[in-house]
């Protein structure tokens, strides 16, 4: 080896530092980042079959507002949220099931009947009563849930 | 590339001159007990980490603070290992800080001109300790009520102004919503500043007088 490329006692120390250093800075850098978004790549947890009442409250033909209580765990808070679910059938056995929830960024929408169209007020967004966009932002149509009936009564699939 | 953008950096802020001084400075022959304040001062970064990530979490009051602490050991990933951090650290912390004071009680390292050094030292223990009280509280679970419920009975039992600093420390009487929450404040405020602010002046007056040599013999 030559002169000039020999490991100094004062580079092999300051080498040795730093790389102790990276270590430690890894040992709280990478839990910290595991910490910090585990809520956030957290699953969220399925609902489950969630029961809206009676099929015979469906008006036919138009979309009829469900609203029921379902329990949601946010962090160490168990909290009660309503859920809306606009229900619509044409003949009183098939049942299409769609979320109030504005597909553009979030608000609530209502049914006007006089108008046979969903509004949205937070920036006059209108959907046909299938949910599909008719004027507006938004990019898609409402969103829709799977839905059943059993004995009389409409559940959808929340998740 | 890299030397280029030090040196870049360097012609407009001159940090290579600060980095040689706080870093590359002489000191005198000395051995590992030295080394005590240096152990200090990591783990009080390693508490500032820390605590500053269980902030992210922790509620500070009555109906949320003991379910957020368990929020964070049972759910949150490496939350137990963030805690634990702080909570083992925090013992260290004071253990460390009375060995180094030790060293240098033993070692006469307070004598001119370190005397102001020793002074700012003297705040410096009693944060670490006020770091250790309040933080005692916030878990809210049993052994945090009763332990600050003693020690602010402790210090209520001081002659004549004892009721009265008894009622400041708890925000009235008794131990309640307000004691958790200025318990709170102070630890993540009051104290963390005041440790900044001392801390700075220690670091100057250590690395501007120079850390004092081990004693010798007169004759050597
Ligand atoms: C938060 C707690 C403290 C930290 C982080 C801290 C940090 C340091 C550091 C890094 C040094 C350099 C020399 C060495 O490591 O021994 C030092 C020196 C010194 N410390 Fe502290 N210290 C703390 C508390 C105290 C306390 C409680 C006292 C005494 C009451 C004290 C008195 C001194 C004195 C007099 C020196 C100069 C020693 C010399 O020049 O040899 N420090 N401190
Ligand atoms: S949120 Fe409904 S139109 Fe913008």
Known sequence: MSEKERLTRRDFMSIAMWAIGGVIGAAFGIPAVAYIIGPAARKQEDQGWIRLGAASKVELGSPTLFKSKIEKQTGWITNEEELSVYVLTENGRNFTAMSNICTHLGCRVRWIADQEQFFCPCHNAAFAKNGDVVSGPPPRPLDQYQVKEEDGQLFVLGG | ?220
């Open chain 2, 1 to 220: 590339m890299i030397t280029k953008i030090a040196n870049w950096f360097d012609e407009r802020v001159g940090w290579k001159a600060v980095w040689e001084t706080i870093f590359l400075r002489k000191i005198p022959k000395v051995n590992w007990l030295y080394t005590l304040g240096s152990a200090t001062l990591f783990t009080a970064v390693n508490q500032a980490v820390t605590g500053i990530l269980l902030t992210i979490y922790y509620v500070p009051t009555p109906d949320h603070a003991y379910d957020s602490v368990q929020y964070i050991t049972t759910q949150i990933p490496m939350g137990w290992l963030i805690r634990g951090l702080h909570h083992w650290g925090a013992s260290a912390m004071v253990i460390l800080t009375v060995l180094h004071m030790l060293r240098v009680i033993l070692l006469g390292a307070y004598k001119y001109p370190r005397e102001v050094t020793w002074f700012t030292g003297v705040f410096l223990l009693l944060v670490v300790v006020g770091f250790g009280f309040t933080g005692y509280l916030l878990p809210w679970d049993q052994k945090a009520y009763w332990g600050s419920s003693v020690g602010t009975r402790i210090a209520g039992s001081t002659p004549v102004v004892g009721d009265w600093i008894l009622r400041v420390m708890r925000g009235g009487p008794d131990l309640s919503a307000i004691t958790l929450v200025r318990f709170f404040g102070v630890h993540v405020w009051v104290l963390p500043a005041s440790l900044i602010l001392l801390l700075g002046i220690h670091m100057y007056l250590v690395i501007k007088i120079g850390i004092s040599a081990v004693p010798k013999r007169e004759e050597e």
